[in-house]
């Protein structure tokens, strides 16, 4: 069958798979405070003035401010502002924690646990990693299966400091104050995203929600009847939605906010698109891209950059902001008008790419690690990371020169940003790794199988 070669290399896009504020995103000392979302602010992962440290070791306790465990099974990232970090989890009635099955392998298979869940949301205190609040979104038995790679909380919350946002695909949207109490709820039917030739197999949903303004997005790519929605981030009630004539997809949205626009960004099969936030009106597409696709679009100044892994296409595709209509590239074509420039069989499967110093960055399942002029296109090197062999799901994020890049079997390679290739450290954290880490105010929050750490000096 087609799809079951690299399958689950995509099911965790479960890691796999920003907000607008008033409020200061700094300290006194200019280290960023929040980290918002998916990936922090614009998804960029990046945030400096951080003194991190290079090594640590979790297990031996070195260079960890505080443990904490986390019930049930997840591979949504942590989110952090104003001191409070927040993290979601599905707790299984008959298993307990729950298992996933990691690694590179291409099984497509859904998880036989069908056993009635809870979905929660987790507040705990930023400087001790004591729970602050926990609470129960959603009870009963899942609406949908999920892969054997992945969990039945995938999708990253989102808050802008006022409301968190919880997405538990089929079991619907959420949303809470910050003490906890839950101001509504938003049944968005069954999701079934899965293997897009094979419609029996069932993978779940990752896509995560994001916060523009006063309204909350999130994006649901299916077998059938795919939208983008827009709610009002105080009631629930929808602003807008869009149909989308997709195939299922479990990239997060993206919101640019450069120079001339502001504009809504996915990434999906058929079409990596744009849209008007207030309307949520298509503004431009581009054809092109993989048949399973993973990684949330990125951008630095003008260029946008989407990706996605599935060969045979595996694209990346450098955009230029201000884009209308249709952008595909013709064919034997790498750029035109819209595309500053392309390349195929060199995107990432389910890691999100990361923009650093002037340079874009590229993580393959497989460790392979890539790093390109952004402006130009042009390769600076390509290396393979000496990884234990589980491979590469959560995505990379940097600070002060360093770029952090998580491995499922549980290790953070640290490698020096820049045009040479240097391998600073590599660090065990004990347990299993698939989420994406968060980066605030002097600390790295890491969400391994079953703990939240917090690392600093």
């Known amino acids: 069958m087609k799809s079951r070669l690299n399958t689950s290399l995509f099911a965790l896009l479960l890691c796999v798979t920003s907000c607008a504020t008033n409020l200061s995103a700094k300290t006194r000392d200019g280290a960023q405070q929040h980290w918002p979302s998916f990936r922090g602010r614009n998804a960029s992962g990046v945030a400096e003035s951080q003194n991190l440290p290079q090594s640590w070791n979790a297990p031996k306790g070195e260079n960890i401010k505080w443990k904490t465990r986390i ?36 099984d497509g298979d859904a998880s ?44 990253t919350p989102a808050t802008d400091g006022r409301y968190v946002v919880a997405f538990f695909g089929s079991q619907g949207l959420y949303a809470f104050d910050m003490r906890g109490r839950q ?29 523009y303004k006063d309204s909350v997005v999130v994006q649901c790519d299916t077998q059938a009847g795919s939208f983008l929605l827009a709610s009002d981030i105080k009631t629930g009630k929808t602003l807008w939605k869009t149909a989308r004539e997709e195939l299922p997809s479990w990239g997060t949205p ?37 048949k399973i696709t993973a990684p949330t679009p990125i951008f630095s100044g003008d260029l946008i950059v989407v990706a996605s892994g599935r060969r045979p296409e595996a694209p990346i595709f450098v955009i230029r902001a201000g884009a209308s209509g249709d952008i595909t590239l013709a064919k034997d074509q790498s750029s035109n008008k819209s595309i500053a420039w392309s390349k195929q069989g060199r995107g990432s499967y389910m890691p999100t790419p990361l923009i650093y110093r002037d340079h874009l960055y590229v993580l393959s399942n497989q460790g392979v690690f ?34 952090y890049l998580p491995s499922e ?4 390679f640290v490698v020096a940003a820049g045009a040479k290739f240097e391998l600073l450290a590599r660090n065990p954290m ?21 703990h939240l750490f917090a690392i600093g000096k």
């Open 409 to 412: 079997d549980g290790e953070m």
């Open 71 to 106: 019930p049930g099974l997840a591979h949504s990232s942590p989110i952090v502002w104003g001191g409070r970090v927040f993290v979601t989890t599905a707790v299984s009635s008959a298993r307990g924690d729950g298992t996933f099955r990691h690694g590179l392998y291409g």
């Open 183 to 211: 101001l509504w709820k938003k049944d968005l039917g069954v999701l079934n995203a899965g293997a897009y030739d094979i419609p029996s197999y069932e993978w779940g949903t990752a896509s995560s929600p994001i916060i």
């Open 370 to 403: 890539d790093c390109y002029d952004l402006k130009t296109g042009a390769e600076v090197y390509r290396e393979r990371l000496p990884h234990q062999g589980g491979g590469f799901s959560a995505s990379p994020v940097a600070a002060d020169g360093r770029i």
């Open 430 to 450: 004990g347990e299993l790794l698939m989420a994406t880490p968060a980066i605030s105010d002097g600390r790295m929050f890491v969400r391994t199988q079953h």
């Open 112 to 155: 036989d646990d069908t056993s009635s869940q809870q979905w929660k949301l987790y507040a705990l205190n930023a400087k001790d990693g004591k729970v602050l609040w926990e609470r129960i979104a959603y009870e009963g038995v899942p609406r949908e299966k999920r892969h054997v790679k992945a969990t039945y909380a995938n999708a």
């Open 254 to 290: 993206t919101v640019y906010t450069g120079a001339g626009r502001t504009e809504i960004v996915t990434n999906a099969s058929n079409f990596i698109r744009g849209y008007d936030p207030e309307t949520g009106r298509e503004l431009w597409r581009l054809g092109g891209s993989s």
